[in-house]
């Protein structure tokens, strides 16, 4: 069981951005075990290319984030590979290989990275896919399930070795509002039954409210974070008018 | 109304040629880029060949040969018939039937077999990778790949260029029987040769050599195919045209190396006296 409260990453310094272009600079923020952590900020505000940086998806201008006390950022390819094994991501839209069933996405890792026998594997992903309820989609293709189940199953994929980390990059985009809320149940029973400290990047306030324990939020012209701290208290008693009205889903009005 | 500002056709042409050069170099350091992690991998591979998916191979297989192999024999039959077809009319203004049999089979075994089948399996199988490849870039899937700790080259690259080394090789052995076929269904229907009359012809003429050396070709043309149909479609942009424009360019970028280098491999033929 991770140790509570220990950091399990850190960002450092980080400036991220596409070819020449700066999309964020100065980040520097800690996720500790058990935490269900936010990455916040309105469209173009580079969430989801902070996350991509953060995955080692992408090399970073300056700064590092170590992931388990391990740089992501500085490691050899094959520590890069290792430490990418121990945590798990949803993407989006799922991400599942459209050429596999749900239960050979399942097993990808499964057969690649463990000794478990052919009965074995079926076993863990018939238990992941109860799970995130969708038991008896083994045998499906992907492109045969809706937006929410793909992403349930992109999230069984994520859980097929255990990992105690777990990154959600815009778990409700494009959900309906209940699939959305049962999604957010489900990401919170996997932080109280197994202690995953989660990283979601998002902009629904019904989820940051919801299941987020700490928020950190991007502002597109700050190119920075503007505001960290617990997104209710942040809601309430923040200072700065483009946060306040962020979090109150007030049109912010930069001529005021 | 606004001005247009005209833009001096002498700087447009800089321009252009400016942007043109920049793509070209992108284009070449992206590909030198690949071309290594491609060995990487491909040490990897060998040092743990288990990395490798055989039902993945297996799939780009029948994908590259076993569903190409009817519109190749087609296709390839073609060819011989309309060789068969020329070659008939000039022969039969000197008298020269029988040497039917050695035009078409040169051309087909030496040239148009290997060519015409590299056409066939860019169109098919070069375009299927880039577009493959552009739409898992789109969904994230290559993203979710890495970040499961799988190398794409070895999951997505090494597989189809494996398969393809293997089928297009055997794709040019049919399409050049098919050949020999069109033109001795011409040499006999058209012209007064007996069947027995053409085959001993074309046995005499074409050494097993002649075929060989038209099938090492198809190797190089299965790696230019393979390689750019999957390099296309990694430099693919994360949206539906820049899929579709991966897919054209994978078809072009293939069609234009594979004569590029048909031309070399024919020179260097020559050369080595075959």
Not at chain 1, 98 to 122: F, Q
Not at chain 1, 215 to 230: F, N, R, S
Request: with cysteine; aromatic share 8%; charged share 20%.
């Amino acid at each position: 069981m991770p140790e509570k409260g220990k950091i399990i990453v850190e960002v450092e310094n980080l400036s991220v951005g596409y070819e020449e272009t700066v999309v964020l600079e100065k980040i520097n923020f800690t996720v500790k075990t058990g935490e269900v952590f936010g990455i916040l900020g309105g469209s173009g505000a580079g969430k989801s290319t902070l996350l991509k940086h953060m995955l080692g998806l992408y090399p970073p201008f300056t700064g590092d984030v170590r992931i388990f006390d391990k740089s992501i950022i500085n490691s050899s390819d094959v520590e890069k590979d290792r430490l990418m094994r121990s945590f798990g991501v949803t993407y989006q839209g799922g991400a599942l290989l459209g050429s596999l069933t749900v239960g050979e996405n399942i097993a990808l890792p499964l057969e690649a990275y463990t000794d478990l026998n052919k009965h074995d594997i079926l076993k863990v992903i018939q238990e992941k896919l109860a799970l995130v309820d969708l038991r008896g989609t083994e045998n499906v293709m992907p492109a045969e399930l809706s937006g929410g189940m793909k992403k349930r199953a992109g999230l069984a994929r994520a859980l097929a070795l255990d990992p105690e980390l777990l990154f959600f990059d815009e778990p409700s985009a494009g959900l309906d509002p209940i699939t959305s809320v049962e999604l957010d149940e489900l990401i919170l029973r996997l932080r109280n039954q197994f202690d995953t400290t989660i990283v979601i990047v998002t902009h629904e306030l019904a989820s940051v409210f919801g299941i987020i324990d700490t928020v950190i939020m991007l502002d597109k012209k700050a190119k920075t974070i503007v505001a960290e701290g617990d997104p209710k208290v942040l809601r309430d008693t923040s200072t700065s008018q483009w946060v306040h009205d962020f979090l109150n889903r007030e049109e912010h009005n930069t001529v005021k | 109304m606004e001005d247009h500002k005209k833009q001096n056709p002498l700087v447009d042409m800089v321009e252009k040629i400016g942007v043109a050069a920049n793509t070209i170099s992108n284009d070449f350091c992206f590909f030198v880029s690949f071309l290594g992690q491609l060995l990487m991998a491909t040490k990897d591979v060998i040092r743990h060949p288990s990395k490798l998916r055989g039902k993945d191979i297996l799939y780009y297989m029948d994908l590259c040969g076993s569903q190409a192999l009817p519109i190749v024999l087609c296709i390839c039959y073609l060819m011989g018939v309309i060789l068969g077809f020329q070659f008939a009319l000039q022969a039969q203004k000197v008298g020269a039937e029988i040497y039917v049999a050695d035009g078409v089979g040169f051309s087909i075994l030496k040239e148009l077999g290997p060519f015409m089948v590299a056409i066939i399996c860019t169109g098919r199988a070069g375009s299927a990778f880039a577009a493959e490849i552009g739409t898992m870039k789109v969904n994230e899937e290559i993203s979710a790949l890495q970040t499961m700790g799988f190398n794409p080259i070895v999951f997505l690259v090494i597989p189809k260029l494996l398969a393809m080394l293997f089928t297009l090789p055997i794709l040019i052995v049919f399409g050049d029987l098919a050949g020999l076929l069109g033109g001795f269904t011409v040499g006999v229907s058209m012209m007064d040769l007996t069947p027995v009359a053409y085959i001993d012809r074309t046995f005499e003429v074409l050494i097993p050599s002649t075929m060989v050396m038209g099938v090492l070709k198809g190797l190089v043309f299965a790696v230019i195919i393979s390689l750019v149909g999957c390099i296309r479609g990694f430099q693919s942009t994360s949206d539906a045209q820049g899929v579709g424009r991966a897919t054209t360019s994978a078809v072009v970028t293939s069609i234009f190396l594979v004569v590029v280098s048909d031309a070399i491999l024919t020179r260097l033929y020559t050369m080595w006296g075959y």
